[in-house]
């Protein structure tokens, strides 16, 4: 009677774990793929737009509910999103669509952790968007959709695209998996109203040696390290990406050689970059303890930058907007940004030429897992087109990755990021290959061991190659001759 | 404890232990299977090797036996450890629960409100006593320890970048102070007030009765502690990376956060379970000592 009182009571409650054992999997985040597409769907790609993607992937037939699914990060992208959505559902209501957009808001950090994840769950978003440089890791995943035939039989893309992004956004199987949202111009950003203030010229510096004489006098003026370039391991991405590669693209050296897939990881030039690490940290003109810190940009860029405390900084298009200007919180402002800020371009390492850093920042990307591609695809042309790509770059601040928007308001009211974009063409960029990741580990710890005087700059560069050669594998680095 | 008698007996007892055993074995046990056949391959999240994982051997061992890194965030770890949940958190706990227990002689007043206070930081979750701690060890002037140590004076201290590791160990004090006390406590409220009354009829002072009479009788629960403490310290996470990130530098890059930046951060699945598989080793073997520690006691 006993026993059987407790099977009773054991069996529902056994039937329930069960249940919820194999219901787990499928909870959470929405799984566009439903686990049938593989991987391999993003090398094969759809034969033609409008025909079953990969093998995998199927469509909704006209009038038939679609319901897309877009990822993104970080308050202003959202808010983007969250207004400018509503507009496509009712365009392509009015073509006689059923397309729906289901936003879903991405952690504000560790964001590309979670969507690598994702994509390697099969549990990936339709769309989602994040830096050029991630393609390069994830299309040889087989986590991205190929938009190569998309692009093909989409006009704007030839048409209006800058050839450089073209090509910065094709990939080493020279195939295209992402579309250009916006694009990037880099250069040294100065709180001109300080240097003025203690009679620093304000010239442009041809050299780097001229660069760390000016920086030097900043820092003796305001009594605190006066130049930033990212760098450390705590920066991540941006000690590659903000600061060592435009040191890189300052020498006479390559860093991958795109003619047999291989990074560089020994050249004069790379020692020389490290060197210089070394030197502005000798210098006292790099702030060490802020770069050190968890999130560095934090007392660099949003504090002491905005307080007048530090003269030089590396910064894109984006720093006018994002980071001092609207869409920055309060605190961070900078008010009368334009006669308070200015800008330099890059020295090279011996001057006297200099140059703007160019390149696509961030991009739309499809899942290789997507029930819905052509849909997909429908959505990423009309967000990298007119308005709502106006409205993106004004937003992030950035410039137009296509030569037609400016007369699209509101990013005809930005006259300061049409400018930018003018510089697009004779900008010098590096394009993320495979790999990139990798590279950024090793460049944060190398840097880390100059700037913490732990090595020299030369020590540092032997590390570099150790490293990078451990991690990339031997078959694609190769020394510079 | 006595045999199982018939085989209802048994299925009534496998029922009793089957869902514990099922969450165990698909939660702790498979994926740490899992981990471990990993770490014999080149398994990553990106990159070429995400479609095409080799099995390499011991590979991944050898990297780890050659990575200066790891081998430092492992002496981190023991530094960690051995400060913070050994000696600071056995040590406190223990005190704070053998002031506020009642014993012959002693009764402390209004305990009830002590323990309540000094349970305070088991309440709070670990990602907000993180962002507690990140304020309070603020750098600037506003951050309450500069204020505190500003009252008397002296300059504003960067704690999270000039003293990133004590600040850690510090916190994890804080953390782990309840759980011994709330232990200690227990263990105790257990011994009987005749034997410590005897003590000291015979004439043992205070400092005898606590170590001969008490510390000998609480020895297996101390032993408890201690394993369960330390296994937990060692392999500690969220509260560090909240702070620090494993920062300034590599700091406070303990192991837990070193496998987890190989994992997730650089997608190496490979190496980060290699990493994880000797973390696993090490805890297993501490934990075999401990629990022969404690069977030596009983």
Not at chain 1, 308 to 328: K, N, Q, R, V, Y
């Amino acid at each position: 009677m006993e026993g059987s009182s407790i099977r009773r009571l054991l069996a529902p409650a056994m039937v329930a774990l069960v249940i919820a054992s194999c219901g787990g999997g499928s909870s959470g985040s929405p799984q566009p793929g439903g686990g049938a597409a593989s991987g391999a769907a993003a090398t094969e790609g759809p034969a033609t737009p409008g025909e079953s993607g990969g093998g995998a992937a199927t469509q909704g037939a006209p009038g038939e509910a679609v319901e897309l699914t877009i990822l993104d990060h970080q308050a202003p992208r959202l808010d983007f999103l969250k207004e400018v959505l509503p507009a496509f559902e009712e365009e392509m209501a009015s073509q006689g669509k059923n397309i729906t957009v289901k936003l879903l808001e991405g952690p504000a950090t560790e964001f590309e952790t979670k969507l690598t994840l994702d994509f390697s769950s099969d549990n990936a978003p339709d769309i989602t968007s994040n830096g050029l440089g991630s393609v390069a890791d994830w299309a040889p995943s087989g986590f991205l959709l190929d938009l190569t035939p998309y692009l093909e039989q989409w006009p704007d893309y030839e048409g209006h695209f800058y050839e450089t992004l073209r090509e910065e956004a094709t990939q080493a199987d020279g195939k295209v998996y992402s579309v250009p949202r916006e694009a990037t111009i880099q250069q040294l950003y100065y709180r001109k109203d300080v240097l003025d203030e203690n009679g620093i010229s304000t010239e442009q510096p041809t050299s780097w040696q001229d660069l760390l004489d000016r920086s030097v006098e900043a820092t003796e003026a305001i009594g605190k390290p006066g130049l930033l370039f990212p760098a450390g391991s705590a920066w991540g991405g941006g000690t590659f990406g903000e600061g060592f590669i435009h040191l890189m693209l300052g020498t006479d050296d390559q860093l991958y050689d795109p003619e047999n897939g291989k990074w560089i990881v020994r050249s004069p030039g790379l020692t020389r970059v490290l060197q210089y690490y070394e030197e502005m940290t000798t210098a006292e003109v790099l702030p060490v303890e802020a770069l050190l810190n968890p999130e560095p940009w934090v007392p660099t860029k949003y504090q002491a930058f905005v307080k007048g405390e530090l003269a030089i900084t590396t910064c894109g298009t984006w720093c006018w907007i994002f980071d001092w200007g609207e869409s920055a919180e309060p605190s961070r402002q900078i008010p009368d940004i334009f006669n308070k800020v200015a800008t330099w371009e890059f020295p090279t390492a011996d001057g006297p030429e200099t140059f703007v850093s160019g390149s696509t920042g961030w991009v739309w990307m499809i899942s290789a897992t997507t029930e819905h591609p052509d849909e997909a695809f429908e959505l990423v042309k009309w967000l990298a087109s007119g308005e709502a790509m106006a409205k993106n770059a004004v937003k992030i601040g950035a410039a137009s990755p296509r030569d037609d928007l400016a007369d699209v308001a509101p990013y005809s009211e930005k006259p300061f990021l049409a400018d930018a974009e003018q510089s697009l063409e004779g900008a010098r960029l590096f394009q993320s290959p495979e790999g990139t990741d990798k590279m950024i580990q090793v460049v944060g710890a190398a840097t880390e061991e100059v700037i913490t005087g732990r090595m020299t700059g030369e020590e540092a560069a032997d590390m570099l190659a150790e490293e990078a050669t451990q991690l990339l594998g031997a078959d694609m680095v190769k020394e510079a001759p | 404890m006595r045999r199982i008698q018939s085989w209802r007996e048994g299925l009534t007892v496998a029922a009793f232990l089957a869902p514990a055993l099922a969450l165990i074995g698909l939660f702790t046990v498979a994926p740490g299977i899992w981990a471990v056949v990993q770490s014999f391959t080149d398994r990553a999240l990106v990159g070429r090797n995400a479609a095409n994982v080799q099995f390499i051997g011991l590979d991944n061992y050898a990297q780890l036996a050659g990575d200066p890194d790891f081998s430092a965030s492992l002496v981190r770890t023991v530094v960690f450890v051995l400060l913070s949940a050994i000696v600071g958190q056995t040590i406190l706990g223990f005190l704070t629960a053998y002031l506020l227990a009642t014993r012959p002689r002693w009764r402390l007043r209004f305990s009830p409100l002590f323990a309540a206070i000094f349970l305070l930081p088991l309440a709070v979750p670990e990602a907000v006593a993180a962002l507690a701690w990140a304020s309070i060890a603020n750098g600037t002037e506003q951050g309450f320890l500069n204020r505190m140590t500003g009252a008397f004076g002296a300059e504003p201290v960067q704690w999270l970048q000039e003293h990133a590791m004590a600040t850690i160990i510090v916190v994890n004090i804080w953390r782990g102070i309840p759980f011994a006390m709330v232990l200690f406590s227990a263990a105790l409220e257990g011994i009987s007030r005749e034997v410590l009354e005897m003590s000291l009829v015979d004439g043992a002072t205070a400092w005898q009765q606590f170590r001969r009479i008490i510390l000998g009788i609480l020895r297996p629960q101390i032993l408890l502690f201690l394993m369960l403490t330390t296994i937990t310290t060692f392999g500690i996470f969220g509260l560090v990376y909240f702070l620090t990130r494993g920062g300034p530098g590599d700091a406070t890059t303990l192991i837990g956060i070193y496998i987890y930046l190989q994992g997730f951060k650089f997608f190496e699945i490979g190496f980060g379970s290699a990493a994880a598989t000797v973390m696993l080793v090490i805890l297993l073997t501490l934990g075999v000592y401990y629990v022969r520690l404690m069977r030596e006691q009983a």
